[in-house]
């Protein structure tokens, strides 16, 4: 985790939230002691984008009033477009496996 956080320049605290978070969901797993560390309880074929975020973020719609609702909603006249790039992009990222970016970053 370290050597990853640091690759990143990301602290390694803030890794570790993420990791607690995918672990508690069953997409990691860890063992621990010398040779221990994390695995992914999946292919990286079979883990969406759209899995890891919807586990990482609690709401994940492209604007607020998807996830919040809106008083305005009925006479919104954006609302069914945003609506719209909101699945797009969400069935966009079902697409896209963490073997993708793996590959990718070779």
């Known amino acids: 985790m370290k050597e990853i956080a640091k690759k990143e320049n990301?602290?390694?605290d803030y890794l570790e939230k993420i990791f607690?978070?995918?672990e508690k969901k069953g997409l990691i797993e860890s063992k621990r002691?010398?040779?221990g560390g994390y695995r992914l309880t999946e292919?990286?074929?079979?883990i969406s984008l759209n899995m890891i975020l919807k586990i990482l973020e609690n709401k994940f719609s492209l604007v607020e009033c998807l996830d919040e609702g809106c008083d305005r909603i009925s006479g919104c006249p954006v609302?069914?477009?945003?609506?719209?790039l909101?699945?797009?992009?969400?069935?966009?990222?079902?697409d896209?496996?963490?073997k993708d970016l793996i590959e990718d970053n070779k």
């Not at 292919?43 to 079979?46: A, M, T």
Request: hydrophobic share 30%; glycine share 4%.
């Open 86 to 94: 909101d699945q797009e992009i969400k069935e966009k990222l079902k």
């Open 10 to 12: 990301i602290s390694a």
């Open 33 to 35: 002691g010398p040779s």
């Open 20 to 22: 607690t978070e995918l």
């Open 43 to 46: 292919k990286p074929e079979n």
């Open 79 to 84: 609302f069914s477009t945003w609506k719209r």
């Open 96 to 98: 896209i496996t963490l």
